[in-house]
């Protein structure tokens, strides 16, 4: 257990239907990210948050995602309109923000695993 | 982004070394290295990262060759534990998200 959770772990839902997931980061920090896996692949990046402000949105982010982060600490990654292409596993992941050189690793949560049916 | 090369899969046997080659020849001065290994039906977790130097932490080595543009994850001592997806992934300064490969599939032989 990192410390990251999802929720849920596992969602199954109909195309056309939209869904929601929620992240929760270790409490202490600052940055946390979206990425979405599918099979056989890496973890691609999708968006990511400094404390409640979006600072980057990938080109895979279409119009019918959005992510937030209201208050700085959990996060919600709303998918509309689900189309079969958008199954896979949606990580998110948090870490402190970089300071001078250093980059902080990230922690990642279980993932969420949406099925679009 | 720069990229990396890692072999698709590996095998190994249990309590034994592991070296898992890296590629990056279009490294530039500011990227740091970073390894990233992804457990069966979990997600991706941190495993050690470097600039220059050779670094050493509880889970394994990182050398990085003296031109940088490759590098090598050790794992002193394999376990069935260490089946894993293994990335090499690597992270301009100050640049904070992840760009992942496909990475090495691990698997230790018993």
């Known amino acids: 257990d990192t410390g990251v959770s999802q929720n849920p772990r596992h969602k199954i839902t109909k195309r056309g239907q939209n869904v929601t997931f929620r992240c929760d980061p270790i409490s202490e920090h600052n940055r946390l990210y979206w990425y979405r896996q599918t099979l056989g692949q890496g973890p691609e990046f999708l968006t990511y948050?400094?404390?409640?402000?979006?600072?980057?949105k990938s080109r895979l982010l279409s119009d019918r995602f959005s992510a937030e982060r209201p208050k700085g600490s959990f996060s919600t990654l709303e998918i509309q309109r689900t189309e079969q292409g958008d199954s896979a596993m949606y990580l998110c992941a948090s870490s402190l923000a970089g300071t001078g050189g250093h980059t902080y690793e990230q922690y990642f949560g279980p993932g969420t695993r949406l099925t679009v049916t | 982004d720069a990229k990396t090369t890692q072999p698709n899969s590996m095998e190994s046997n249990e309590e034994e070394p592991v070296h898992l080659p890296c590629n990056h020849s279009?490294?530039?001065?500011?990227?740091?290295i970073h390894w990233y290994r992804q457990l069966p039906s979990q997600g991706p977790e941190y495993v050690i990262h470097?600039?220059?130097s050779n670094v050493n932490n509880r889970m394994a080595s990182l050398a990085i060759a003296e031109d940088r543009k490759s590098s090598t994850l050790i794992l002193h001592r394999a376990t069935l534990r260490d089946a894993a997806v293994y990335y090499c992934?690597?992270?301009?300064?100050?640049?904070?998200?992840?760009?992942f490969g496909k990475g090495t599939r691990l698997h230790i032989l018993p």
């Open positions: 948050f400094q404390n409640e402000a979006q600072l980057e």
């Open positions: 470097g600039l220059t």
């Open positions: 279009t490294i530039s001065g500011t990227d740091y």
């Open positions: 992934i690597l992270r301009p300064y100050r640049d904070d998200k992840i760009i």
